[in-house]
């Protein structure tokens, strides 16, 4: 990133727009499928919020009638598996989901805390994140 200097009327606005993208840069790799993703029987993709609370509401009332089997869409593919596997799949994925977020803040409250744009330019914000899941059923 350049910066012309006539941009910015002090040297500490300057240093906020480096955080500023930078926190940006951060935000964009939280969401790509470097850190959304997981695999069930080696097909990748993402469940969001939303979709995890839906299909956990539905393996729920599927139980509930005593279904014994359920199936989860990823990418498109389904996967049939007990309501239990299913289960424990979603909650893997909203536990990993919650870590990932947590190391996303805590990238953004790092680079707050830099103070020159060598330092932030230079911050790793990839570092940290746990592992993507895999499940097989």
Known sequence: HVFSDARYASDAEKDAAWEEIKKAEIAEYAKSDAVKVFELNGVRGWLNSE???????????????GRDTV?????????????????????AVEVY???????????KAAVDALTTPAEVEA?????????????AV
């Open 123 to 135: 911050y790793d914000y990839a570092a940290g994140y746990p592992q993507p899941l895999q499940f």
């Open 71 to 91: 199936s989860v869409y990823v990418s498109g593919q389904g996967f049939n598996m007990t309501p239990a596997k299913a289960e424990e799949i979603l909650a």
């Open 51 to 65: 979709e995890r609370v839906s299909i956990r509401r539905a393996v729920a009332d599927k139980a509930a009638v």
């Open 97 to 107: 989901a919650s870590d990932c977020y947590d190391v996303t803040e805590n990238h």
